[in-house]
């Protein structure tokens, strides 16, 4: 089951533990890997749409997870969509839940989205794979890392049209429970000179190198690991529904979140100082140019948080962190750039 690979027993509480290869176990062979992209989320985050790019890519998480019962798969969200894993029994499910966010984001946001689902047999097939690691952000949330460059490599796919959709089966959809999801906080200021969202892919999966410079970036923030976390720790912004701030809520939503994870690339969205982003961009230079990666970074003075609150255990309430001016895609089109 589901739970065998997301234990909450078995996750890493330490970050560093999941850059290690040996950390992540293959997926079985028979599940399928489901995803989605916003079509030109680079142009529709100059519009200042951030907001709805960043909800529409967390929208499948909320819906396939409100459908199926449970959140106990695993997942990532990418800043202009997201990507997740279920067992084949679920694959009517996961189709109808694509075709339902898909619909939603053009016809309640005016966004494209495409939307794909693809077995890993089908991956495994094209070179590539999907292996997860849990990690326990906090006691009681925990997020699912992906190695393998099976995710990287779909979403390529996924991009230049070659994964057949579920938005292909003809029939009306009905709209997605999204119940649980919110993007209401305003955005939350710097408050050490910037938030830093960084993408970093190794050349090679099995690169010693990259799992060694990606320890070292991750160190430079973690010198005040609670200051580079972008949520602010102590004096959060009124609720804008209630007026008020739910204090035992609030005194965990940072460590919920996920600012940093590893999805087939390190990804990060930190509040750092310009000092500590020269460090990293230095590092980060000088492997590029020895052939071991390829990065992205993009700055910008605040940061913006879309929650999820599953009903059936709301202590597990999660915050999926990007940079206001669309971090992600922005570090994501400076990767493609140099590519």
């Known amino acids: 089951m589901i739970a065998s690979l997301t234990n909450r027993e078995r996750a890493y509480s330490e970050f560093a533990s999941v850059l290690d290869q040996s950390a992540y176990e293959p997926l079985p062979e028979n599940w399928l890997i489901g995803m989605t992209d916003i079509v030109h989320s680079t142009e529709v985050i100059g519009q200042g749409r951030y907001r709805d790019v960043n909800f529409a890519g967390v929208a499948i998480i909320a819906a396939l997870g409100n459908a199926l019962g449970t959140f106990d798969f695993p ?195 930190v509040d750092c100082s310009l000092e500590e982003v020269e460090i990293v961009r230095s590092m980060l230079q000088a492997a590029e140019r020895r052939g071991e990666l390829t990065y992205g970074l993009h700055c910008q003075s605040h940061a913006i948080m879309t929650c999820f609150v599953p009903s059936s255990s709301p202590h597990a309430h999660r915050h999926f962190l990007d940079g206001m001016d669309g971090g992600y895609s922005m570090a994501a089109a400076m990767m493609r750039k140099a590519a």
Not at 196 to 203: D, V
Not at 207 to 220: N, P
Not at 236 to 258: F, L, M, V
């Open 75 to 269: 997942f990532t969200f990418g800043g202009d969509g997201a990507a997740f894993a279920v067992q084949a029994t679920a694959r009517g499910t996961a189709e109808m839940a694509l075709r339902q966010v898909a619909a939603y984001a053009e016809r309640e946001l005016g966004l494209e989205m495409r939307a794909g689902l693809m077995t890993l047999r089908e991956i495994r097939a094209n070179g590539h794979d999907v292996r997860i690691a849990p990690y326990a952000a906090s006691r009681n949330v925990t997020y699912t890392m992906f190695s393998g460059g099976g995710i990287r490599w779909m979403e390529e796919q996924l991009k230049l049209g070659r994964i057949q959709s579920p938005k292909d089966i003809e029939g009306s959809v009905d709209a997605p429970d999204l119940t649980g999801l919110s993007c209401d906080w305003a955005p939350f200021a710097n408050r050490n000179g910037t938030i830093l969202s960084l993408l970093a892919a190794p050349q090679s999966e099995e690169s010693a190198d990259f799992t060694h410079l990606a320890k070292r970036i991750v160190e430079v923030f973690d010198r005040d690991p609670r200051s580079s976390i972008p949520l602010p720790q102590e004096r959060p912004a009124e609720d804008p529904k209630s007026g008020r701030i739910n204090a035992e809520i609030w005194s965990t939503a940072a460590q919920n979140s996920d600012f940093r994870k590893y999805d087939d690339a390190l990804r990060l969205t």
